[in-house]
């Protein structure tokens, strides 16, 4: 065994050591208290806290992150072991052997041609291992999702099955379709309508995203960044041109604002 493999094996060893003792009697009180429920909000905001420093691309940080939602990770199963349900050797035991059954064209004799191939192997693979039948195919792609992220998985799930437009420009005429819907409904000042037409047509471009090779979590969310930047570019902008912020109109917040879009 080389010199990374025993810091691997120890580190990792410490790490179960470390979560045992902070569950055990004379541990910490906060640590003793938590449970599977307690913990889901810890492991939600640990992984978006690694996505934040992937898009910043902060390798410290990102490092850091992983670290904590690893541990996250670690008390789930330590939590686990004390119901006598698993093991944090189980679970990797388990994923190992998941991944090696998922890649046949890596660990077997198994050819595809391109990566397209490899994803559409990995849904079969997983189809028969969870003995999935073609009435449930939407029934695991979890809830909790956020919403944009669910609506492509479900979208894409269903594709699989065949219930998809053939190109691009389908799926373009059906957010045509969705946006004429909604200004009917907007037109006739019928709210329900509208909060249904808005939903449909916000899937329909989750749908467009998805053909486009794009995921509409993504760009929503680099569209939020993009209008944060502004915004505040905007308002130090504002002050530097001597502008009340707090009595400025809105067609001199527009004037400011279209001058930094062309920077931004």
């Known amino acids: 065994m080389d010199t990374q493999e025993e810091r691997i094996c120890n580190a990792i060893l410490s790490l179960l050591n470390i979560m045992e003792r902070l569950r055990a009697p004379d541990g910490c009180p906060w640590d003793a208290q938590q449970t599977e429920q307690t913990l889901k909000v810890y492991l939600l905001e640990e992984a978006y806290e ?3 420093a992937i898009e910043k691309d902060d390798p410290d940080s990102l490092c850091e992150e992983l670290g904590d939602l690893l541990f996250q990770i670690i008390f789930l199963a330590q939590l686990a072991k004390e119901k006598r ?7 990797l035991e388990r ?8 890649h046949p064209h890596v660990f077997g004799d198994k050819k595809v041609k391109d990566a397209q191939e490899v ?3 990995w849904a079969k693979i997983k189809k028969e291992e969870k003995k999935q039948t073609p009435e449930k195919a939407l029934e695991d792609v979890p809830n909790v999702l956020p919403a944009l992220l669910r609506a492509h998985r479900l979208s894409e799930r269903a ?4 219930f998809d437009w053939k190109g691009k420009e389908q799926v373009w005429e059906k957010v045509k379709e969705e946006f004429q819907e909604l200004r009917t409904a907007i037109e006739e000042g019928n709210s329900l309508k509208v909060k249904e037409e808005i939903g449909d047509l916000i899937f329909s ?5 998805r053909h486009w090779g794009f995921n509409a979590e993504d760009i929503l969310r680099d569209a939020n960044n993009k209008f944060v930047t502004r915004f505040s570019k905007m308002m130090l902008s504002m002050q530097k041109k001597g502008i009340d912020i707090e009595k400025a109109s809105i067609e001199q917040m527009d004037q400011v604002w279209e001058e930094i879009k062309k920077d931004v």
């Open 85 to 91: 349900r698993f093991t944090f050797l189980d679970v």
């Open 95 to 102: 994923i190992r052997d998941k991944m090696i059954r998922r």
């Open 159 to 162: 594709a699989r099955f065949g």
């Open 50 to 52: 690694v996505l934040d």
């Open 119 to 121: 994803v559409d192997n």
């Open 205 to 209: 471009i989750v749908n467009l995203s």
